[in-house]
């Protein structure tokens, strides 16, 4: 019987792909995490559609309403603007939501002590990705640390990140070769039908699929020159 | 002005008494958690207590429900029965929620980021508390190394944990001697309005009022003798 591992699944590329690569070893507990994020309703239906495909035994899905509440980011408060350009500098974008990664990687742990899985996957990339400080090797490495210490005794969970040091083309290119579901995935920022094809993330998106040279299956509003 | 500092109130006793610390040098943001507990009601009257008579500035009272969802502990899970004693050998009891430490941190953390708090207090106590992982310095440490990384980096957000080195009568003589109002706080884990007398945070709060010789102001259905 396969081992039983966490693949936290917010819908987009990076964690569709993620889930691609635990499917080969381990037998598939989703967890996707709703917490008050302008697309919130579309990234769910991501996550379903993606569990179904990959027919996950375990589906864990859960809403933190406080991060809305505390606000601070442009991706939970719609008074801040999603800016519509990747910055070339190292300054942190507002739509970075504020210690977001600790808290969907603990209620992974907590549910992983609780059913038994050894491992948490999460998507992140280290360089190729928005700059979000929880996005670093350095940062998952300390978090596994944390976890040694702040569970019991005789449980091991250990955070793996198999994308981490890839670039987002590489990822696709990856997805491909898994059969990944590339047409169920959702990343824009902005909207829920046809992606802006604007803001950050479809800019990284479709800039990934072009270095690729593999279509995205997915409409836009608006296609630029992203090479 | 004084700078502000987030601390962690479940309602207890050692978060009371962490709250009276912190208040000696911060403006006060104070932190309230409902996750499904069984005393859940009666922990967010003793906050709400204890806050106004900090007249605290700011205050967040967060739910998570997927503690409750996840289960695994007998304080979240009314299947599995609050142990009545208090092992003395090193085993977590079943009251230990999985990872919930590091649930509430976060919170704070995202919380302090916003608000623009360097501090996070939590009342916790390595040596004389319940054997729970996420109490110890180690992981302590180990979390304020996650934060680092994790948040911008022009924020610098720290956790502090002034009492976690006493015993248990040690901060009932500190809060005693900073008039922590002990009458507006709640231990016990199983009643919500005459404190049972027989479960392990009820037994571990009136052995450190015996110890300190002073008088606990809770009503009790059962007094054993605890020293």
Not at 3 to 16: E, Q, R
Request: charged content about 25%; overall charge neutral; proline content about 5%.
């Amino acid at each position: 019987m396969k081992k039983l591992a966490v693949v936290l699944v917010s819908g987009g590329l990076d964690s569709c792909v993620t889930a691609a690569i635990a499917a080969q070893e381990y037998e598939l507990a989703l967890l996707h995490v709703n917490y008050g994020q302008r697309t919130e309703k579309r990234e769910l239906k991501a996550f379903e559609d993606i569990a179904n495909y990959y027919k996950a035994k375990y589906r864990l899905v859960v809403s933190l309403n406080f991060l809305k509440e505390i606000g601070g980011s442009s991706l939970t408060d719609t008074q801040i603007p999603i800016p519509e350009y990747v910055l070339e500098d190292k300054e942190v974008l507002t739509t970075y939501v504020p210690f977001r990664n600790t808290h969907l990687i603990a209620i992974g742990v907590s549910w992983a002590e609780v059913i038994g899985a050894e491992k948490i996957f999460i998507g992140a990339m280290e360089e190729d990705s928005s700059g979000y400080p929880d996005c670093r090797e350095e940062y998952f490495k300390a978090y596994n640390r944390l976890i040694e210490l702040g569970t019991k005794p005789e449980t091991h969970i250990e955070i793996v990140t198999p994308v981490i040091h890839m670039k987002k083309w590489e990822v696709v290119k990856k997805g491909a070769e898994l059969k990944a579901p590339f047409h169920l995935t959702w990343s824009c920022y902005q909207n829920e039908t046809v992606a802006c094809g604007k803001c950050p993330s479809c800019l990284l998106r479709l800039r990934a699929f072009a270095l690729a040279g593999i279509e995205d299956p997915l409409p836009y509003a608006l296609k630029p020159k992203v090479i």
